[in-house]
């Protein structure tokens, strides 16, 4: 899409220039090596934090670029454009960095921020375990303080960076009795010789092949008790719903470049493609699917710049961020579907894009809190 989002402006555009070049001539050419270890290589982490692209909306007393969500956001968005999917930014930068800068004391974030912006530590946060899924008051690991320091057991799985992550919010029960007044966030710094911590798996997956994926564990794991985020115990449920919003707000603003992707590669694919001695694009069948196709990625176009003007004003609430997660999402299954389609037999090839665009799409449906979960949400707000 060439105008100008209605949250940007000439410094946003800049970063948007400067990450749309990184992805297409840094990253993009490597895909092949991180599909095929199952994770980018760290140094692309140490690359983009000298370039300026990491922690982007971090303030510069903290080494970050001192922007707001919409530098975030066009980073984001130009990721996606550049079909690069193994790259996890958008959780390293946009989730777990706030986490840290709004609940973190002022020495953790001294300690832990200034290295994320350059690349030189990788996050990650874990919340899902392997018997629980979005009902994150039921998680089961457990974090009993001894003295100064926490000691945490316990499980995690479908954790976005977690093979490459040096830095882990961890989500646990501080107090099992209490259900989700219960949970809290603590930041464990780790490394593979760390007691009481270990990595399991790289998972494989039908799409983001490339994208780090994996599973950790926790056995008597010490991490000091000032690492605990908030000034008191059982926070964690509440700092997670306050920074779920903008999680799920990233979603979406994945959701739509992917279907403006799917749709420009369907355009230029059926302009190309002959069949019946006319091109495919002269078919009406073709002709409609993408001009329905079009119109969704037009208006999801429109409702997520919405939203990221409302997210910059402080504006977007819960339902909205539920709505924007639920509903670009759901359409992008659709949309990748019917372009695919309009692709035959090499739409089912891994080496044409669209083909990574419908597996990539199938996740966002599920991550940051399923779609099931947005519709009671919403629900909740009419």
């Not at 700092?239 to 994945?254: G, K």
């Not at 002269?282 to 002709?287: D, F």
């Not at 699917?289 to 003007?309: G, L, M, Q, S, Y």
């Not at 997210?311 to 924007?324: F, K, P, S």
Request: proline residues 3%; negative net charge; hydrophobic residues 40%.
């Amino acid at each position: 899409m060439s105008d100008r989002a209605p949250w940007s402006d000439d410094e946003v555009e800049a970063v948007r220039e400067l990450a749309r070049d990184f992805f297409t001539k840094e990253v993009v050419p490597n895909q092949e090596k991180y599909i095929a270890q199952g994770y980018p290589d760290r140094e692309i982490y140490r690359r983009a934090g000298e370039l300026g692209l990491l922690c982007a909306m971090i303030p510069e007393e903290y080494g970050g670029g001192g922007g707001t969500f919409a530098h975030e956001a066009a980073i984001i968005e130009e990721q996606v454009r550049a079909g690069e999917g193994s790259m996890g930014n958008g959780v390293h930068s946009g989730i777990i960095a706030p986490y840290i800068l709004h609940y973190g004391s002022e020495e953790l974030k001294r300690r832990i921020l200034p290295k994320a912006a350059s690349g030189e530590i990788v996050l990650a946060i874990a919340m899902t375990e392997p018997g629980t899924g979005s009902d994150l008051q039921n998680i089961q690991t457990r974090a009993v303080r001894e003295g100064d320091e926490y000691v945490i057991s316990g499980a995690k799985t479908f954790i976005s960076n977690g093979h490459n992550a040096d830095v882990i919010v961890i989500a646990a029960k501080t107090d099992p009795s209490k259900g989700a007044a219960g949970v809290s966030l603590i930041v464990a710094e780790v490394d593979d010789d760390t007691p009481g911590f270990s990595r399991g798996r790289i998972l494989s997956k039908i799409g983001g092949k490339g994208q780090d994926t994996g599973e950790l564990f926790f056995d008597g794991l010490r991490v000091p008790a000032t690492n605990l985020l908030g000034d008191a115990e059982g926070q964690g449920f509440i700092q997670l719903m306050q920074q779920l919003v903008q999680e799920r707000l990233i979603t979406a603003v994945m959701a739509v470049p992917m279907m403006e992707n799917a749709v420009a590669l369907t355009i230029d694919y059926t302009k190309g493609r002959h069949a019946f001695g006319k091109p495919l694009f002269a078919l009406q069948n073709t002709k409609f699917v993408i001009a329905e196709a079009a119109t969704t990625a037009r208006i999801a176009r429109v409702f997520i710049d919405d939203c990221i003007t409302k997210h910059l004003n402080n504006e977007l609430d819960v339902q909205g961020a539920a709505m924007a997660k639920y509903w670009t999402t759901e359409q992008l299954g659709i949309v990748a579907d019917k372009c695919l389609q309009l692709f035959g037999g090499y739409g089912y090839m891994t080496e044409y894009p669209i083909s990574q665009i419908y597996t990539g799409a199938r996740i966002l449906r599920i991550l940051a809190g399923t779609n099931e979960i947005m519709k009671e949400l919403i629900a909740r707000g009419v």
